[in-house]
């Protein structure tokens, strides 16, 4: 090594690579379908949350993210459709856990009231699930 290069820039050089390539591999972490489906669920969020008066940005709390899924859950004439899957509730909640997460916010999907509502959800839906 030269005398005049200075060994801590090398390994803060080395690790602003190994920085950028986690963040290239992380925005490959998911599929293009995933993230086109999450993209959605966060609109539908942002969408709910403005109807209800409320502000749209993360974070979310966990009270809000729980109204959101039993509204989901639920048949809205208002918008013409009909009760979502249980299968599409847990996966806006995955689109809402992971939109906190990665802006570095904390989920508010790890809430027990979250968990208690969707338990609650599938079970009046007949889907839930049985113990272990």
């Not at 109204?67 to 996966?91: H, K, M, Q, Y």
């Not at 009046?124 to 049985?130: I, L, M």
């Amino acid at each position: 090594m030269p005398e005049d290069q200075n060994p801590e820039l090398d390994e803060n050089a080395e690790l602003a690579s190994e920085l950028a390539a986690a963040r290239r591999l992380a925005g490959r972490g998911r599929a293009g379908a995933t993230q086109r489906a999450y993209r959605a669920d966060l609109q539908a969020l942002r969408a709910y949350l403005r109807r209800r008066g409320q502000g749209d940005e993360l974070p979310v709390p966990a009270e809000l993210v729980a109204a959101f899924i039993v509204s989901e859950s639920r048949p809205d004439r208002e918008l013409r459709r009909g009760a979502r899957a249980i299968s599409t509730v847990e996966r806006r909640l995955a689109a809402i856990s992971a939109a906190h997460r990665d802006a570095g916010l904390p989920d508010p999907c790890t809430d027990s009231f979250v968990h208690e509502t969707l338990r609650g959800i599938r079970r009046a839906h007949g889907t839930a699930r049985e113990p272990k």
